[in-house]
């Protein structure tokens, strides 16, 4: 079977537009070419791939399993053409890359600067996004790069993790450590065993740090004081610092608003609490060459930011699955 990729192209446009006569406009071919061309790949794989109605047309169930494939082989053949364009030229294309609020305030300013000195060719996307979502994203190809917490990401996904960081206990000024007292590793300590004494705003049950103190609290069979559940990092640093409650969050998170001194920290001990930081993409979707640029950038950038001593953390890089 020869099947044609201008049939295949045909094919998706007929789809999404929902009827012949306007994909034809909207790909400037005669409407009798492109109802050929569709009526020669039915014949082809020897089922109708269309309805017709008054209205249109709409997929079979034919139709939809071979939307499916022909979006993929599409963006595939692509993304080879690009690369092969590409190969003795600078990288380009659209790179989308997702990341927790966190991480964005960290990684966001140094990546942006590099690519657009270095490879202006790249049309660089900055998505900040739970870190639930990520995973998703990139499965369906809305992003192309993300970074994420937690254990390894689920299959289907290319992951390594980069380093791994404790989390803060995180209050008014005056109650814990302030930035100018010291590095983190001379701040003031919390043991896990005292965390029970303080009133705690968290984020709710289905939220990644959550289910990280959740799974600690479990472990160790700790109680915690939790006050108020409140999802968005910023309205939990807003809270910490009005003294309406303590909160847990990573060194990423509330680094800024600790060196200006809106909020104190602690390090929790005995044991610690500590998340990875993970990198990833579809382990399935074909890489750019821009994207892989992106790609190596963000290892790199990671890895300076902890060697530096900017992100307090444990540089753990090791490829994985």
């Known amino acids: 079977m020869a099947m044609d990729l201008r049939a295949l192209r045909a094919f998706m446009a007929v789809a999404s537009a929902g009827s012949i006569s306007r994909a034809a406009e909207r790909i400037h071919i005669a409407q009798p070419a492109l109802s050929l061309q569709i009526k020669n790949l039915e014949e082809e794989l020897g089922t109708a791939l269309f309805e017709r109605t008054p209205r249109g047309v709409t997929p079979t169930a034919a139709g939809n399993m071979l939307l499916a494939h022909a979006s993929d082989i599409l963006r595939r053949v692509d993304v080879a053409c690009e690369d092969i364009r590409t190969a003795v030229k600078a990288p380009q294309g659209r790179v989308a890359v997702g990341l927790p609020q966190s991480l964005a305030k960290l990684v966001t300013v140094p990546l942006v600067r590099q690519v657009v000195a270095r490879w202006p060719g790249i049309d660089l996307q900055i998505i900040e996004q739970s870190t639930g979502y990520i995973p998703q994203n990139l499965l369906t190809g809305h992003i192309d790069i993300g970074m994420t917490f937690g254990a390894a990401p689920e299959p289907g996904l290319r992951s390594e993790v980069l380093l791994e960081e404790d989390l803060l206990l995180v209050a008014a000024p005056g109650l814990l450590s302030g930035f100018g007292e010291g590095r983190i590793a001379q701040a003031m300590v919390v043991t896990f065993a005292e965390l029970p004494g303080f009133p705690l705003v968290l984020p709710a049950g289905l939220h990644g740090l959550r289910s990280l103190i959740d799974h600690h609290s479990a472990m160790h069979r700790t109680a915690l004081n939790v006050i108020a559940e409140v999802n968005a990092i910023p309205e939990l640093i807003a809270l910490a610092a009005a003294d309406v409650g303590f909160t847990i969050l990573s060194h990423a998170a509330v680094q800024e608003e600790w060196r200006a001194g809106q909020v104190s920290c602690a390090r929790i001990v005995q044991p610690a609490m500590s998340r990875q930081v993970w990198i990833c993409r579809s382990a399935t ?37």
């Open 285 to 321: 979707m074909p890489v750019s060459l821009a994207a892989s640029t992106v790609w190596t950038q963000l290892v790199d950038i990671t890895a300076g930011l902890v060697d530096n001593g900017a992100w307090p953390a444990r540089s753990v890089h090791t490829s994985g699955a």
